[in-house]
């Protein structure tokens, strides 16, 4: 054996056997004997995202897509070949092929929806937040409670394989005592939808207006808030923010940037930004601690470990990323599978949009009563967690958050 | 895609933050549309389709149903010139990461081994499913076209009739004209200088540019003859003009490969219009061909009016 095939071979084999250590993310997906009928409601861009990832599952099959919008639903049918087209939610509920419902429609509409399904005993999966006021995300949560059907909330993060395998590490003490944390969501984009119909706009632009919407806290917030609720097993005290208009000054009231700030039980704290003006660096929630820091962009994430973290032995071998004078381990969520095959460099990622995951779970969930990634009481928690929020940044005070408020009565 | 797409909206008097709005639009739907159909991305739908479709067949959407239907066609049509199989040729020149040092013989085995024909579709089912494993499937030859259509239909969905977009040049829509103009007027680099810019003149028609200088590693062009598996010896630009900027830009590969003595390789659709740059004893020279080709007289060519009915 020449010395470079003998440290390649010690390389790969002391990997293998330090990544078996690990957990792998990836599970196989569900089966069934016969797909279980989808009817996707809201065939916007979610929706059509979601019928997407819905037809990579072999178990599930989309049967019926809804809106309202002709055009739309027009689109939403050209990704999910063989499923009907209605108008009117309630038609796609009663339909008896149907077993499942997917509402991917504004935030302010959701409850309606999800209880008219739940009542059919449809099984749900409601995208995240759930609804845009405290008590229409209490009224779901109850109604998730009474029902026998499934009912997920579209918090992704949960199902995210690399959260997953993230969180681990976080709750296995790797992290050692949490500093700080930090959370952003920027993006370029004005947030304004074009619509030919004059009449629609104010509909079409529904995330604008300031009578349904609640901001860019609630609407991104609310799910990067969940991952931090769902690391640290805590939900937060207090709430404070603000908010402006940087850019887009073209008669909104909406911000285009805010900023918060969550105190948590024990002094933690999370610092909070979200703007449409601005794209650097996108999409990240970051976790400081004494041992080793832990960064998470949606399809990516990295540990830093401080120079006096003791050795876990697995990072030795592990894929490495540098990040100006940072070296970051990336965390691969099926590192054990592809280190085997000699390819875990091109592990870096996920093999499938974080979506597919949390529609997996559901699906799991309805075939042999898995637990779903987010469950209702946890999404009624996390999207009042982001109404609260918005209504701090609006109102500019502090807002103490009850824990009361956070659970069910 | 790896390119810059840019657009141009025109105002004609609509309100500044509309014209925004519909911009972002047209660009998300190019950003989904490199998220499904990129070869570089785990998460995309084409690999999920290599990873899955050698197990089942795979339903997928009609718009991607559509576009890999009309790449197997042209490369039926083609006689192989344009294959989206090519990806394994193209992982092995290096094109993927950029280190050309591909042994002839992994080039061989590449190119014997797969072509479009291991993609079998299933129009009833809307379903793709792939003969058998191993297969890189590769749409660099006709994304930035499809996603470029995808994007103007938003755009004429959100009301826009004047519009340009782009993407890496090499893949153009024009909807309507600027103010106060018949028309787009693009031009046409020549490489090396060899010859003015060609100009076009675009108005609700599409156009794609294949040059093998677009991108060299290791002194090779990018441009793969899937016959060979082997970089191509190309014409110096190929041009297609027609409605959908999907078909132009597939079409503009067998065009450079093999432009024929008239301009146009074989199998190209009638209602393309095709002409390439290339050197012959008499130095630069025009070979062109279908209907916008025809309608001008030799002392205009190369300038071409697209001006379609």
Redesign the interface.
């Known amino acids: 054996m020449t010395p470079f095939d003998r440290r390649a071979f010690l390389q790969s084999s002391a990997g293998l056997a330090a990544m078996a250590l690990m957990p792998d993310f990836l599970a196989a997906a569900p089966t069934a004997d016969e797909p279980v009928g989808f009817a996707v409601i809201g065939a916007g861009?979610q929706g059509r995202a979601v019928?997407?990832e819905i037809?990579?599952l072999?178990a599930a099959?989309v049967a019926v897509v809804c809106d309202n919008d002709p055009?739309r639903l027009r689109s939403g049918l050209?990704?999910?070949?063989?499923a009907e087209g209605v108008e009117d939610f309630r038609t796609a509920i009663d339909r008896r092929d149907v077993q499942a419902v997917v509402v991917a429609t504004p935030t302010h509409v959701h409850r309606a929806i999800v209880e008219a399904a739940l009542a059919a005993g449809k099984h749900v999966y409601c995208d995240a937040p759930l609804a845009s006021t405290v008590d229409d995300a209490q009224a779901i949560a109850k109604a998730a409670r009474s029902a026998k059907s499934v009912f997920a909330a579209g918090f992704e993060g949960r199902s995210n394989p690399v959260y997953k395998l993230a969180r681990t590490f976080f709750r296995s003490d790797s992290v050692r005592e949490l500093i700080a944390m930090r959370a952003q969501e920027l993006q370029k984009?004005?947030w304004?939808?074009?619509?030919?119909d004059p009449a629609r706009e104010r509909a079409v632009n529904w995330r604008l207006d300031p009578e349904v919407s609640i901001g860019l806290v609630g609407e991104l917030g609310s799910h990067q808030f969940d991952v931090v609720s769902w690391y640290l097993g805590d939900y937060p005290t207090s709430v404070r923010g603000t908010g402006s208009i940087r850019l887009?000054h073209?008669?909104r009231t909406m911000p285009d940037t805010v900023e918060a700030d969550l105190g948590y039980e024990k002094g933690a704290r999370l610092q909070y930004l979200a703007s449409l003006a601005c794209s650097f660096e996108g999409r990240h929630e970051v976790f400081y601690g004494s041992n080793a820091t832990i960064k998470l962009a949606w399809?990516h994430g990295w540990m830093f470990k401080e120079a006096d973290a003791p050795t876990q032995g697995w990072e030795v071998y592990a894929n490495r990323q540098q990040f100006h004078k940072d070296e970051g381990i990336t965390l691969i969520a099926d590192a054990t599978k592809l280190a085997s095959q000699g390819k875990l460099k091109?592990?870096?990622?996920?093999?499938?949009?974080s979506l597919y995951y949390a529609l997996e779970d559901f699906l799991r969930a309805i075939v042999d009563g898995s637990p779903v990634g987010c469950d209702a009481l946890e999404g009624m928690r996390s999207t009042i967690v982001g109404v609260l929020g918005h209504q701090a940044v609006t109102s500019g005070e502090t807002i103490a958050i009850d824990p009361a408020l956070l659970e069910l009565a | 895609m790896g390119t810059r797409f840019e657009l141009a909206l025109p105002g004609n008097g609509r309100p500044?933050?509309?014209l925004?709005?519909?911009g972002?639009?047209a660009l998300?739907e190019i950003a989904?549309w490199d998220?499904?159909l990129s070869a570089f991305?785990?998460?995309s739908?084409l690999?999920?389709l290599m990873?899955?479709a050698v197990d089942?067949p795979?339903?997928?959407?009609?718009?991607t149903?559509g576009l890999l239907a009309m790449c197997v066609d042209t490369w039926r049509r083609s006689g192989g010139l344009f294959d989206i199989a090519v990806g394994g040729a193209m992982r092995a020149w290096g094109f993927r990461d950029g280190i050309g040092t591909t042994p002839a013989s992994m080039v061989e085995a590449v190119g014997a081994n797969h072509s479009s024909a291991d993609v079998l579709l299933d129009p009833e089912?809307?379903t793709v499913r792939l003969a058998r494993p191993g297969i890189h499937l590769d749409l660099g030859g006709v994304a930035k076209g499809h996603a470029i259509d995808r994007a103007a239909a938003v755009l004429r969905?959100?009301?826009?009739e004047h519009a340009l977009l782009h993407g890496g040049t090499s893949a153009v829509a024009a909807l309507g004209a600027p103010d106060q103009a018949d028309a787009w007027s693009i031009a046409i680099a020549v490489p090396d200088g060899a010859a003015p810019p060609v100009r076009v003149a675009l108005r609700d028609a599409s156009l794609a540019v294949s040059a093998p200088h677009g991108r060299m590693v290791g002194g090779h062009g990018h441009i793969i003859d899937p016959r060979t598996a082997s970089p191509a010896a190309c014409a110096m630009v190929a041009v297609v003009l027609g409605r959908s900027a999907r078909d132009c830009d597939a079409w503009s590969k067998p065009l450079i490969i093999d432009p024929g003595e008239h301009g146009r390789p074989v199998g190209m659709p009638d209602e393309l219009t095709s002409f390439v740059a290339c050197t012959d004893d008499s130095g630069l020279c025009y070979r062109g061909g279908g209907p916008l080709w025809d309608a001008v007289t030799a002392s205009e060519r190369p300038i071409v009016r697209s001006v379609l009915p």
Not at chain 1, 346 to 353: K, M, T
């Open positions: 861009r019928m997407s037809q990579k072999e099959k055009g050209g990704r999910a070949p063989g984009t004005s304004r939808y074009p619509s030919s887009y073209d008669g399809t091109e592990g870096v990622g996920l093999p499938n949009p | 500044r933050r509309d925004r709005a519909a972002e639009a998300d989904e998220r499904r991305r785990r998460d739908l690999s999920f990873r899955e089942r795979v339903p997928i959407d009609r718009d149903f089912r809307c969905d959100a009301g826009i």
